[in-house]
């Protein structure tokens, strides 16, 4: 399935009155909310403001918890939402749970909030290599759905892929369809090819900065001032990923379509080539997605302890 789509006291007191005074509470700032966000780092935070941005839910109808204050308060000055210290009042005041920390937190996530997870509730994870059933561990009859996003749902430009838990019906399916696909692409798939999603479009990111970067750095080289040869390098970058999506072309045909005989292109490519683009990118893929693998089995192994 593809989906597109400010004196110091009063500002204290200001602050913590985001913050639930007693764990767990349900106050004025912490009702009736529609998603919570279990971890406000940077992917909760690119997600969250995706579904803003697209309109999908108002930021009053999200909330997020974390323990690192700073992390909260980014969440809160890019989002506009809510913010807690509190997991269990995230739990309590929201329908849709999204677990946002990293992989070796989950186990002591899941045993603060396990008791508290009831059938009215979806939980969707983005923790990397932590699967469904480690996670149903801890609550064997919730419905459980994994999922992993990448970073330009910022710009509502995500490349995500999702898969329901044994638990998990078609409705919630859709829920995670919606919310995805309101901040760009997502793909249903079964769960034993999220590993592969991981090293591919969830890690991909970070690869696609380093050639555009390089890219840049190229052109400095050869006399560009920093910002235009920046400016150009995203900017091909960008351009070219929508020739592949728009088009329906094989990458191989726009390359050569480029690269005319005895060309500056075919010369490029050939440097390309010499220093084994492909090969490396196709490693880099292969070795976030064993990562991966690991962190799984760490996770399960955690959640047995």
């Not at 941005?53 to 690192?68: G, H």
Request: glycine share 10%; proline share 4%; charged share 20%.
């Amino acid at each position: 399935i593809i989906s597109r789509g400010g004196p110091k006291g009063k500002k204290e007191k200001k602050e913590k009155s985001h913050v639930c005074a007693k764990k767990g509470t349900i106050n004025k700032h912490t009702q009736m909310k529609h998603i919570g966000f279990i971890g406000a780092g940077q992917m909760a935070t690119a997600m969250a403001k995706g579904i803003v941005e697209s309109k999908l839910y108002p930021a009053s109808q999200i909330i997020a918890s974390d323990k690192w204050k700073p992390s909260l308060e980014k969440f809160k000055a890019t989002v506009g939402c809510d913010v807690t210290d509190d997991n269990i009042a995230v739990v309590n005041s929201s329908s849709v749970i999204i677990l946002a920390v990293k992989p070796g937190i989950i186990p002591l996530v899941m045993n603060e909030i396990k008791g508290l997870v009831t059938s009215d509730k979806l939980i969707i994870s983005i923790a990397a290599g932590v699967t469904t059933s480690t996670i149903q561990s801890f609550c064997p009859s919730a419905r459980v759905i994994r999922v992993m996003p990448n970073t330009p749902c910022l710009v509502l430009e995500t490349a995500s892929a999702y898969c329901l838990g044994k638990n998990a019906e078609k409705k919630d399916g859709e829920v995670v369809e919606k919310l995805l696909s309101s901040c760009g692409v997502t793909h249903q798939i079964k769960e034993s090819l999220l590993d592969a999603v991981t090293g591919l479009s969830g890690s991909g990111p970070a690869y696609v900065y380093i050639m555009i970067e390089a890219m840049a750095d190229g052109g400095v080289r050869m006399g560009l001032p920093r910002s235009v040869a920046l400016n150009l390098a995203a900017q091909t970058v960008l351009g070219s990923a929508k020739m592949v999506l728009e088009t329906g072309e094989h990458p191989g045909l726009l390359k050569d379509k480029v690269a005319s005989p005895g060309g500056t292109t075919i010369a490029g490519i050939h440097a390309l080539e010499r220093g084994g683009i492909r090969a490396t990118l196709m490693n880099a893929v292969e070795a976030a997605a064993s990562r991966s693998s690991e962190l799984s089995k760490k996770a399960a192994a955690e959640s047995k302890k």
